[in-house]
Nanobody, 126 residues
Framework: QVQLVESGGGLVQAGGSLRLSCAAS????????MGWFRQAPGKEREFVAAISWSGGSTSYVDSVKGQFTISRDNAKNTAYLQMNTLKPEDTADYYC???????????????????WGQGTQVTVSS
């Protein structure tokens, strides 16, 4: 079983930055791919970024490429999402997720992820 706890959300002005953290419990974190998703008010949850178990492979939704960076520190059992040049349209609840299997590369489908955090709210004011 894996438990995920996000932190780092908050209110920021447009153009600002935030770094979200996802702390994971369990001994298999370093073997699992991680993903970040977000859900804006009134919208479906969407994929944001994913990182493989080793950190050697990452993927992003087109709208955040060059703006967001996903990373992980397996020694700390933590994944991160660095968000720069934030825009009002980045306002959403952000969720981290972990795959059930090990040694995968992650991906954009929610079906790949078995474990989810409770979410952290990000609000970008204009």
């Amino acid at each position: 079983q894996v438990q995920l706890v996000e932190s780092g959300g908050g209110l920021v002005q447009a153009g600002g930055s935030l770094r979200l953290s996802c702390a994971a419990s369990g001994r298999t974190f370093s073997k699992k791919s991680m993903g970040w998703f977000r859900q804006a008010p009134g919208k479906e949850r969407e994929f944001v970024a994913a990182i493989s178990w080793s950190g050697g492979s990452t993927s992003y939704v087109d709208s955040v490429k060059g703006q967001f960076t996903i990373s992980r520190d397996n020694a700390k059992n933590t994944a991160y999402l660095q968000m720069n040049t934030l825009k009002p349209e980045d306002t959403a609840d952000y969720y981290c997720a972990s795959t059930g299997g090990i040694y995968g590369s992650g991906g954009s489908s929610e079906k790949m992820y078995n474990y989810w955090g409770q979410g952290t709210q990000v609000t970008v004011s204009s």
